[in-house]
């Protein structure tokens, strides 16, 4: 039986923050999605939140965390409960460097 090698603590956590930040992007896309269905594109969805079309993008892809900001006009705009997006927000700003 072959044993496999032990990670060390930083291993674990960068595998557990890229699962967090994939995660993240997958609800961030969620709502991107709902709100561009609702706008009918992400040119419009860019402006609606003050950034531009390829911050959309990023934050779809979770190249990049969705600041407290956009993520109070996002969950405005689609009638979400908006402090709890926005820490959702400060969490992810906190976590990535």
Not at 23 to 40: F, I, M, W
């Amino acid at each position: 039986m072959t044993r496999r090698p032990k990670r060390t603590a930083a291993q674990l956590k960068a595998k557990v923050d890229a699962q967090r930040r994939m995660q993240s992007a997958r609800v961030n896309a969620q709502a991107l999605d709902r709100a561009k269905a609702k706008t009918g594109s992400d040119g419009k969805t860019a402006q609606l939140l003050h950034t531009t079309p390829q911050r959309i993008s990023d934050y779809r892809k979770g190249r990049r965390p969705m600041g407290p900001a956009q993520a109070a006009r996002l969950a405005y705009f689609l009638g979400d409960p908006i402090l709890s997006c926005v820490a959702l927000a400060l969490a992810d700003a906190t976590k990535v460097s």
